[in-house]
């Protein structure tokens, strides 16, 4: 069990299939996702890894379990801040479940370090990049703050 | 069914409903007995209160052998906002509450 986690839940008009693909695809992801975009085979023990549109790499990591439009679980280390690289490796887990017109999303972010910064830092920026992916799924636009870094980042 | 607005109002109108959030907002993942501690309400009460955050999907449970831990789900507080003020003068919105905090002495962090 982990020291330090979070979970957030958001119901999302769509189905598992797109919000999977919103997931994972860069056309998607850096509409809401601060301009970033995901490179990895997608398979279990491939590398996956997380960079802005300036092609610096944010975080990176490992898939360690993968099924599609259902879950996804990857070690996740931030690579850009040295205090928050020094914690090592976090666990992301994705969980896609279809219930009447929406889909239930849940995000899971955790890390066997009490009182991790890391965790308290992703947790304030998990809720908009969710607010952003529901926006975009549910009516065709993100949210304008969130499909590039902030001015002067 | 979940991102129902009506059960996220209903489950904020109480003020023990929205004292429990406080405790999750000061330490994440507690069991219901944690919960129950230091608080002035029978573990049936709190038990109810719990189902209808969880109804709500303001707290969402997970289980770590037989215990189940309890977290707050900012989501649909989250999502309300974006909904109402998220269009507005969201700069301007968070200077007021800047400052608000640091006349108020940031007696509530």
């Known amino acids: 069990m982990a020291e330090s986690q979070f979970v957030y839940v958001t119901f999302i008009r769509t189905t598992p299939e797109k919000l999977w693909r919103a997931l994972l695809e860069p056309e998607f992801t850096r509409q809401y996702w601060m301009g970033t975009t995901q490179e990895s085979e997608w398979k279990p023990g491939a590398s996956w890894q997380i960079s802005f549109a300036d092609g610096r790499i944010a975080d990176s990591g490992e898939i360690v379990e993968i099924e599609p439009f259902r879950k996804l679980v990857l070690k996740w280390r931030h690579e850009l801040s040295p205090e928050l690289t020094a914690e090592g490796y976090s666990r992301l887990t994705y969980e896609l479940e279809h219930v009447g017109d929406a ?33 975009l799924l549910e009516t065709g636009e993100s949210l304008e703050a969130t499909r590039g870094l902030p001015k002067g980042k | 069914m979940g991102g129902d607005l009506d059960l996220v109002f209903k489950a904020l109108a109480a003020p023990e409903r929205r004292l429990l959030l406080d405790r999750l907002r000061a330490e994440n993942g507690q069991t219901l007995g944690e919960l129950c501690r230091h608080l002035d309400m029978t573990r049936q009460a709190v038990t109810k209160h719990l189902k209808l955050l969880e109804e709500a999907t303001l707290v969402v449970a997970i289980w770590r052998g037989r215990e189940k831990l309890h ?22 919105l968070r200077a007021l509450a800047e400052l608000k905090a640091k006349l108020e002495g940031e007696t509530d962090g």
């Open chain 1, 103 to 135: 889909v239930r999303f849940t995000v899971k972010h955790e890390m066997d370090v009490k009182d991790s910064k890391f965790i308290k830092a992703v947790s304030g920026g998990w809720p908009v990049i969710l607010s952003s992916l529901k926006s």
């Open chain 2, 71 to 92: 977290y707050l789900n900012p989501m649909p507080i989250h999502e309300i906002a974006e909904r109402w003020i998220g269009k507005y003068e969201r700069g301007r």
